[in-house]
């Protein structure tokens, strides 16, 4: 009983969840010579899931889906493989 009773208090805590869908090392002098229409390479293929983050931490994998006008993530994998 306890347990439960003290997840419920956290039940409304807000927390930032972040999608990646990769990363990239670039030198400062890299960055300085981006403009409008630069491509960055990431580390991930092409139809690859995205990982959606709690801070550094991945809690689930998806993928990209259209919802109207936005971006969405459909879950396909839950939890830290």
Known sequence: GQAVGDLDLLADVVLTLSA???RTEMTINDVLKLRPGSL???DKLAGELV???IGERCIARGE???VDDSFGIR???IGEP
């Open 20 to 22: 990646e869908i990769g």
């Open 75 to 77: 879950t396909t994998e």
């Open 64 to 66: 990209v889906v259209g």
């Open 51 to 53: 990982e959606l983050l």
């Open 40 to 42: 960055i390479e990431l």
